[in-house]
C-alpha cells in the first residue's frame, strides 16, 4: 500500500504527559494488550536513568507505562530475543530501524510468523552507548551527567533536558568531529525511518505534543483506525508544510550519513596491516557471534570445527573468516558486534562495507529485499 500520514496522541493525560510527543506509541501499545490481540509487548524500559535501558516483556496493560519515553543511550537490539524466545506469542515489538531490518531478515528465515507480529517502528537519529554519553554531556555540555532527566535527537542535534527543566543541545556534527557524538555504526546508517515496520513513528514534522505517523501496511492501517475507534488515542492530519519539513530532516540526517560513511569506510578505512594487527588481538570469544541479531545457525560451523573432547576455538582469522563469509552479506550494520568486543576491534566497519560491496553486485539490501540473499543456504534450517 502507499504510504499514508497522520498525527495522533493518546487520549489518557497520564500517558500524555509520561510519554513522548503525546505518548502516542504507549496508548497503541495499551490498546493491543487490553483487546488481547497481543499476548505481551516487546520493548525497551528505563531501569535506573536514562543510561540503562533494557529490554523488557510487558503482558499487563497497567505496566504499559514505565516504558514511555525515548533511550538513545541504550542500544540494545530486541530483533533475536523474537526470534529465540517470544516466537510463539502474539507480540507487539517496538522497533528502532536496525531492529526492524533484523526482524526482516530472521522472518525471511522462518525464525517466527510475521502474522503473530505488530511491528511499531520508531524514527532513530542513531544511539549513544552510555558510558560515552555521560562523559560527552560533561564535556560538552558542562553539565553533571547525572542530572540529565531527557535526551533526544532532533534537527541534527542531541538535545537533553536536565532535572531543572532547562534544555541544552550541542550539533551532532560538531561532536562527532571530536569523535564523540553517536555509535559509529549508527553514524553510516542509511535508515532513519523504519518504512519495513507497520507504521512508523517520531517526532519529525510533529506538531507539539503528538507524533508524526507513517502507515506502512493494512495491518497498521487498522492497527490505528481501531485505537482511535476504542478511544485510546486521537488523531488529526498532518499539514503539506509539516511533510515537506518531516522530509527536509530526513535529508538532514542522510546527507550526515553520507559525510561519516566516506570517512569510515574509505578514508579512514584500515590498512591490511592494521587489520592483521586487529586479528591477532582476537582473543575468539563468541561475543561477536552470540550478540549478532541475524546469527542463528542451529548448528555453527564454527563448533564444527572443535572436536568432541576439546571445545577450543578456532585461530582468529579462521574464526572471522567463517563468519564473514556467512553473514557480511546480511549485516544490517546494527553495530552489536563491535560493542561487545572486549578487544575493540571494528567489525562493524568491516562487515558493513563487506555488505555494501556485496549489494553493488548483487542489488541486495539486507533488511529490505523481500528474497534472501544470492548465495543465501538454507541448510540449517
Known amino acids: 500500500m502507499d504510504s499514508e500520514f497522520l498525527e495522533i496522541k493518546a487520549k489518557s493525560d497520564e500517558i500524555c504527559k ?13 490498546y493491543l494488550l487490553e483487546t488481547d490481540l497481543v499476548d505481551n509487548v516487546l520493548t525497551i524500559a528505563k531501569y535506573d536513568n536514562i543510561y540503562d ?55 525471511k528465515r522462518n525464525r517466527f510468523d510475521r502474522e503473530n507480529l505488530y511491528i511499531i517502528g520508531l524514527n532513530c537519529g542513531g544511539t549513544i552507548m552510555p558510558l560515552s554519553a555521560k562523559k560527552m554531556f560533561e564535556l560538552f555540555y558542562e553539565v553533571n551527567p547525572d542530572d540529565v532527566i531527557k535526551e533526544e535527537i532532533d534537527k541534527g542535534q542531541i538535545i537533553i533536558e536536565l532535572k531543572d527543566g532547562t534544555e541544552k543541545g550541542v550539533k551532532i556534527d560538531d561532536m ?55 478511544g485510546f488515542i486521537e488523531s488529526k492530519t498532518p499539514s503539506k508544510k509539516q511533510i515537506e519539513i518531516r522530509e527536509k530532516l530526513e535529508k538532514i540526517m542522510i546527507k550526515l550519513m553520507k559525510k561519516s ?33 541475524i546469527c542463528w545457525c542451529n548448528d555453527c560451523e564454527i563448533n564444527k570445527l572443535n572436536s568432541d573432547s576439546k571445545l577450543t576455538p578456532p585461530d582468529p582469522l579462521t574464526f572471522q573468516g567463517i563468519r564473514l563469509g556467512h553473514m557480511s552479506f546480511s549485516c544490517i550494520n546494527c553495530g552489536q558486534c563491535e560493542d561487545v568486543c572486549p578487544m575493540e576491534i571494528p567489525l562493524s566497519r568491516l562487515y558493513d562495507r563487506l555488505q555494501k560491496k556485496y549489494r553493488e553486485k548483487t542489488g541486495y539490501i539486507p533488511g529490505f529485499s523481500e528474497e534472501l540473499p544470492p548465495l543465501y543456504s538454507p541448510e540449517n534450517e
Open 261 to 293: 560513511e566516506i570517512k569510515l569506510l574509505e578514508t579512514e578505512y584500515p590498512s591490511l596491516e592494521k587489520w592483521e594487527k586487529y586479528w591477532n588481538r582476537c582473543i575468539e570469544c563468541y561475543g561477536c557471534r552470540d550478540v549478532c541479531p
Open 176 to 230: 562527532e568531529e571530536e569523535g564523540w557524538g553517536r555509535r559509529e555504526n549508527c553514524q553510516r546508517c542509511e535508515t532513519m525511518i523504519p518504512r519495513n515496520t507497520d507504521i512508523a513513528c517520531g517526532n519529525w514534522g510533529a506538531s507539539d505534543g503528538w507524533t508524526f505517523v507513517e502507515i506502512l501496511t493494512e495491518k497498521g492501517k487498522k492497527l490505528v483506525q481501531d485505537a482511535i475507534k476504542a
Open 53 to 107: 535501558g533494557v529490554p523488557i516483556v510487558i503482558e499487563n496493560s497497567e505496566d504499559i507505562a514505565k516504558t514511555a519515553g525515548s533511550l538513545h543511550c541504550a542500544p540494545t537490539m530486541v530483533g533475536n530475543l523474537v526470534s529465540k524466545f517470544l516466537n510463539d506469542f502474539k507480540l507487539a515489538v517496538v522497533t528502532k530501524p536496525c531492529d526492524a531490518m533484523a526482524l526482516t531478515e530472521l522472518e
Open 18 to 30: 509520561l510519554g513522548e510527543c503525546g505518548g502516542s506509541v504507549t496508548g497503541i501499545l495499551k
